[in-house]
């Protein structure tokens, strides 16, 4: 893998990455409220193996911080997700939220603009109509191409607790959003008002045992969605059963081991990210220490078992005490769905081949990641000996996290954000 850093000029800490479906386009969002697009330069004629780097396409404001009088609760602008429409036309559709507004975004180019108006000047002032004496056609004149974003729908009101996931629909007119009680369907086209088709809440709070903690829609089929709990369970449900969906058609839960019980044990199973496999047959769940993968066919058991930093588990108490614990990490599908990735600590990040059972570790910083270079496998040793660039356990620094991470829907590019850098790596050519 070859690697670049494109955008040493975010200078807040990106909260989310996104691919669009055909992988020309990424997406991060940021504590700042802010969205910043990088598009995928053409590739050099003169360079057939230079692939196009990504660059700054355009930078909007998308949240604001806002204050919630009713419960005296500031609402922060930061991204929580960003979620790509397909693309329709030559504009694209982008949804974004914070903790309480969903946005659609549109983004579109103009490279040419109107002169020659009959009733207006240049400046765009209505003439004197007694001063016009003869009519002329307008036309179109080139331009310095320019991307507008302009927000085309508010989706807000509808989320009590903190929205956590959203996620478009495969019949391209709908989409979900999820918070940590509900979750509310919702057309495109309406703002002022959405179908709640799951809700968790109790009647009591005091008897509240579980959260939702992410949620998503099947790639194929528009009735299906899972979310995923922090009690380590997924619950399928199929929208043609019910209206609400409050009884799941498939539950999917690894029965406890006894012998593992520790004080922490609820809080390391609690599942940070869900993914479907872009066939629809898998799903992909992250929890603290592990990254599993499940059959939609078999429920009692996860299909394979990836241990993500293993070597924590002897430092659970330390990282409650600092709060680490409950960081929530992301994990991916590469296009074929047969490697997954997932964020670790230390700006290291974790790649599993489904097929081969390989497994490395990479590191995404400055230092080990200048433009072109070639990342180097890095590992980290509990003890006893030591190889020469081995890591031990007690060296690695916990501020620095990879929590969210995209890969290309077809190619072998990566988006690994790092705190308030984004490397993007590919394949390396010869």
């Known amino acids: 893998l070859s690697g670049a850093d494109p955008s040493g000029c975010i200078p807040d800490?990106?909260?989310?990455?996104?691919?669009?479906?055909?992988?020309?386009?990424?997406?991060?969002?940021?504590?700042g409220g802010r969205v910043v697009i990088f598009q995928r330069e053409p590739e050099c004629k003169t360079e057939p193996y230079s692939q196009g780097e990504y660059n700054v396409y355009s930078t909007f404001q998308s949240h604001e911080p806002e204050f919630d009088y009713l419960k005296s609760l500031e609402i922060e602008e930061k991204i929580?997700?960003?979620?790509?429409?397909?693309?329709?036309n030559a504009a694209h559709f982008l949804l974004s939220t914070n903790d309480k507004t969903i946005k659609l975004w549109k983004v579109s180019e103009r490279d040419k603009r109107p002169e020659g108006y009959n009733l207006k000047d240049e400046e765009g002032r209505i003439k004197d109509l007694s001063t016009v004496t003869s009519l002329q056609v307008p036309v179109l004149k080139p331009m310095d191409l320019m991307v507008e974003v302009s927000p085309r729908r508010v989706f807000a009101n509808a989320h009590t607790y903190h929205v956590n996931s959203i996620s478009v629909n495969s019949d391209h007119e709908t989409y979900m959003s999820a918070d940590d009680l509900r979750i509310n369907l919702w057309h495109l086209g309406i703002t002022d008002r959405s179908f709640n088709i799951v809700d968790i809440k109790p009647v009591n709070?005091?008897?509240?045992?579980?959260?939702?903690?992410?949620?998503?829609?099947?790639?194929?089929h528009c009735n299906l969605l899972v979310y995923s709990s922090s009690k380590g369970t997924l619950r399928l449900c199929d929208m043609r059963e019910a209206a609400l969906c409050?009884?799941?058609?498939?539950?999917?839960?690894e029965p406890e081991d006894p012998s593992n019980r520790s004080f922490f044990s609820e809080i390391i199973s609690s599942v940070s990210d869900v993914k479907f496999s872009h066939s629809g047959r898998y799903l992909l769940t992250r929890d603290y220490l592990t990254a599993k993968v499940w059959d939609l066919n078999m429920e009692n058991k996860p299909l394979e078992?990836?241990?993500?930093?293993?070597?924590?588990?002897?430092?659970?108490?330390?990282?409650?005490e600092n709060d680490c614990?409950?960081?929530?990490?992301?994990c991916a599908w590469n296009g074929s769905d047969s490697v997954i990735m997932t964020g670790a600590y230390n700006n290291f990040f974790r790649m599993f081949d489904r097929n081969t059972k390989r497994d490395v570790t990479l590191e995404a910083s400055r230092e080990s990641s200048k433009p072109r270079a070639?990342?180097?496998?890095?590992?980290v040793c509990q003890g006893g000996k030591r190889r020469k660039d081995d890591i031990s356990v007690d060296s690695l620094d916990f501020t620095k996290k990879i929590l969210h991470t995209a890969w290309h829907p077809?190619?072998?590019?990566?988006?690994?954000?790092?705190?308030?850098?984004?490397?993007?790596?590919q394949d390396k050519f010869n």
């Open 13 to 31: 800490i990106i909260s989310t990455v996104e691919f669009n479906h055909t992988g020309e386009l990424l997406a991060t969002g940021d504590k």
């Open 80 to 88: 929580n997700k960003i979620r790509w429409l397909p693309q329709q």
């Open 205 to 220: 709070m005091e008897d509240l045992t579980e959260v939702i903690t992410a949620a998503e829609f099947h790639p194929h």
């Open 246 to 253: 409050d009884k799941h058609s498939k539950l999917f839960e």
């Open 305 to 320: 078992i990836y241990q993500v930093h293993d070597y924590l588990r002897s430092k659970l108490c330390s990282l409650y």
């Open 325 to 330: 614990i409950f960081d929530k990490f992301e």
């Open 374 to 379: 070639v990342l180097k496998p890095r590992r």
């Open 410 to 425: 077809t190619e072998n590019i990566i988006a690994i954000a790092a705190t308030n850098n984004l490397y993007i790596f």
